[in-house]
């Protein structure tokens, strides 16, 4: 079954406690993203990768991380996390060239306390 | 500045009618346009999509429609059933010079009454 799949799906850290939310695809896609999903605010890009070993900073990069080591791998690392970045995190995927779909992770709900 | 703009936050229409979700943009060269659709705890789901060249696009009970003058397009629901109700999202492709991003409106929250 084609997927995009996130760990974990709910996650409550401290401030300041690194952490790594993965995202794997089964597509063989070459364009990830990683979004974050606040009220009123919809969908906000965080980072994107284009394909391996090729990353960009999306609306809103500060105090994330990614890397692109894999075709089917894009982990989400939140070196040192505060509370503004409690919110609803979604990992996608989809084909590079642009007339085509996004499939989308099941989401990763984090809080920061 | 938002270049994808849904203007309704929320929209209650009646089962069995039509549900009408529109979306603006700004930026002439966005070649590209997908509906999604959320329900809690999941996430968006692709809907129904229309490229730059067409003015309208139907799959069953949903049709896209766009206006390139006006840089607007709608979702159009007929009939509406209850497991309609959901939050939209429009998305915009912003085509090579942009990386072929997806550009994101804030998303209308349907809701269908029985």
């Known amino acids: 079954e084609a997927q995009v799949t996130q760990n974990p799906r709910y996650l409550i850290t401290v401030t300041g406690k690194k952490l790594t939310v993965t995202c794997s695809q089964n597509?063989?896609?070459?364009?990830m993203s990683w979004y974050r999903q606040d009220p009123g605010l919809g969908l906000r890009q965080i980072y994107y990768?284009?394909?391996?070993?090729?990353?960009d900073k999306g609306d809103v990069p500060e105090g994330y991380k990614v890397s692109r080591k894999e075709k089917r791998n894009f982990p989400l690392i939140l070196e040192s996390p505060s509370p503004n970045q409690t919110s609803l995190y979604f990992c996608?995927?989809?084909?590079?060239?642009?007339?085509?779909?996004?499939?989308f992770g099941q989401g990763t709900r984090l809080t920061v306390v | 500045d938002q270049q994808v703009k849904q203007n309704s936050p929320s929209l209650s229409v009646q089962e069995g009618r039509i549900s009408i979700l529109n979306c603006d943009y700004t930026?002439?060269?966005?070649?590209?346009f997908l509906w999604y659709k959320k329900y809690p705890a999941e996430g968006p789901t692709f809907l129904i999509s229309?490229?730059?060249i067409k003015d309208k696009n139907e799959d069953g009970r949903f049709t896209v429609f766009l206006n390139k003058s006006a840089k607007h397009l709608s979702l159009h629901i007929v009939p509406s059933q209850p497991g309609d109700s959901a939050v939209y999202f429009c998305?915009?492709?912003?085509?090579?010079?942009?990386?072929?991003?997806?550009?994101w409106g804030a998303g209308t929250k349907l809701i269908i009454k029985p």
């Open positions: 930026n002439s060269m966005f070649d590209y």
């Open positions: 998305a915009a492709n912003a085509g090579l010079g942009s990386n072929y991003q997806l550009i």
């Open positions: 990768s284009m394909n391996v070993e090729v990353t």
């Open positions: 996608a995927s989809r084909f590079r060239q642009g007339r085509t779909e996004a499939f």
């Open positions: 597509m063989n896609h070459e364009y």
């Open positions: 229309i490229s730059s």
